[in-house]
């Protein structure tokens, strides 16, 4: 099946700062998302981007489906962006999360 | 709009009881998933339904079973729960099944397991 990795495992900001989060992915694919989990545990759609880039207000997001790779651009980092960002890919089956990168962001 | 719709949200067990997780969206969607979310190893698909009528394994799919209700509602069920079976499910919901159409998830269910 496909194999997910994300990078860095654990990311510690001061606030203000930009940040960019890694997604590899093993095998073509036609769905990727990211997610936030907040400290509350709940699973938070951020971008449906199979390919290409997208942005949403600090958020932006790139996919290069060419080369099995995605970046989430984080700028201006304020303490709510803390959480886990999870990759979430899919070819023709449902999709297979990666192991998540963890934020902290302090003030 | 409610959207994913667990129940219940907390739940003890002790060994060897048995109890469902309800799972209910109104988006109209298609299919349906369990995931399990363990400390370290993100989500973990547990079994999915690509349409109403039809049921299909994940990555762990042991010690549990699953009944597409009708198109709205996704049942996951434990026969006879064990320690190993303690984690944070979620349910979610696509309009379309297999790998494709964006993903939505409910709020979780935490299960505990003693």
């Known amino acids: 099946g496909i194999q997910v990795e994300q990078s860095p495992p654990d990311l510690i900001l001061q606030e203000g700062a930009n940040s960019t989060l890694r997604c590899n992915f093993s095998d073509s694919v036609n769905n990727l998302q990211w997610f936030h989990q907040n400290p509350w545990g709940q699973l938070i759609n951020l971008f449906y981007?199979?390919?290409g880039t997208k942005q949403n207000g600090r958020l932006s997001a790139t996919t290069v489906a060419t080369e099995r790779y995605s970046l989430l651009y984080i700028s201006s980092s304020q303490t709510t962006d803390s959480g886990v960002y999870f990759c979430a890919v899919g070819g023709n089956t449902p999709l297979v999360f990666g192991k998540g990168t963890r934020l902290s962001v302090i003030a | 709009n409610a959207g994913v719709t667990q129940t219940p949200k907390f739940q003890v067990l002790k060994t060897g009881q048995s109890m469902t997780l309800q799972c209910a969206q109104d988006?109209?969607?298609?299919?349906m998933y369990w995931y399990r979310q363990d400390p370290g190893m993100g989500l973990r698909l547990i079994y999915y339904?690509?349409?109403?009528?039809t049921t299909d394994k994940g990555e762990v799919p042991n010690g549990y079973n699953v009944s597409r209700l009708n198109k709205r509602e996704f049942s996951l069920r434990l026969e006879s729960a064990a320690p190993s079976q303690t984690s944070v499910y979620f349910c979610?919901?696509?309009?379309w099944g297999g790998g494709a159409g964006e993903l939505f998830f409910g709020e979780g269910s935490r299960l505990t397991v003693l």
């Open positions: 981007i199979p390919s």
């Open positions: 339904s690509a349409s109403e009528g």
């Open positions: 979610a919901s696509s309009e």
């Open positions: 988006m109209n969607h298609n299919s």
